[in-house]
T-cell receptor, first 116, second 115 residues
């Protein structure tokens, strides 16, 4: 099983709403990632979790709050978002992150978020 | 800081023909990895091919092959016998061996395949 699943596929939320994005993998990977992708642009890294600890936060605004409850699950909690936060949010996982060597990142299909 | 440049925003190819997508990068490191990712309209990004910088031999995966020129910092992707399913956005990406361990993506090339 080389699948990363993400729910929901689409999400529309108002600027005062609180919502969460969910990502799951059962490949035994110990590194998980959140990316933001605007239309016709490459993915931008937001967060990296390694062994369930936050390893990288790419200066993401606090209205995005990641959570890694266990090694298979990654959440992104959203609160008070702005219209410019509308994008495709991609989750990825890899066998490891911090060690030297090649670790392929497997991407999920993404959640299309629209903030109204 | 490392950068990745894809100078072709869009490319097109006829089915069964061959197309080459360009990628150049800038780095002062000697150890790194290079990747080509494909993102079809359905959005899921998948790894097409990878190249370790220490390997001189160009990577090949079925119809996909790369031309890795380390001195020129060039990493192009050749797709042979193009198929309609090859239509997608293609991203070139760089990953340092030592430092940030982050994927640095190029801006992407949209490939259209015509029957």
């Amino acid at each position: 099983d080389t699948e990363v699943t993400q729910t929901p596929k689409h999400l529309v939320m108002g600027m005062t709403n609180k919502k969460s994005l969910k990502c799951e993998q059962h490949m035994g990977h110990r590194a998980m990632y959140w990316y933001k992708q605007k239309a016709k642009k490459p993915p931008e890294l937001m967060f990296v979790y390694s062994y369930e600890k936050l390893s990288i936060n790419e200066s993401v605004p606090s209205r995005f709050s990641p959570e890694c409850p266990n090694s298979s699950l990654l959440n992104l909690h959203l609160h008070a978002l702005q219209p410019e936060d509308s994008a495709l949010y991609l989750c990825a996982s890899s066998q490891d992150w911090s060690r030297r060597g090649f670790y392929e990142q497997y991407f999920g299909p993404g959640t299309r978020l629209t903030v109204t | 800081a490392q950068t990745v440049t894809q100078s072709q925003p869009e490319m097109s190819v006829q089915e069964a023909e061959t197309v080459t997508l360009s990628c150049t990068y800038d780095t002062s490191e000697s150890d790194y990895y290079l990747f080509w990712y494909k993102q079809p309209p359905s959005r899921q990004m998948i790894l097409v091919i990878r190249q370790e910088a220490y390997k001189q031999q160009n990577a090949t995966e079925n119809r996909f092959s790369v031309n890795f020129q380390k001195a020129a910092k060039s990493f192009s992707l050749k797709i042979s016998d193009s198929q309609l399913g090859d239509a997608a956005m293609y991203f070139c990406a760089y990953r340092s061996e030592h430092n940030t361990d982050k994927l640095i993506f190029g801006t992407g090339t949209r490939l259209q395949v015509f029957p």
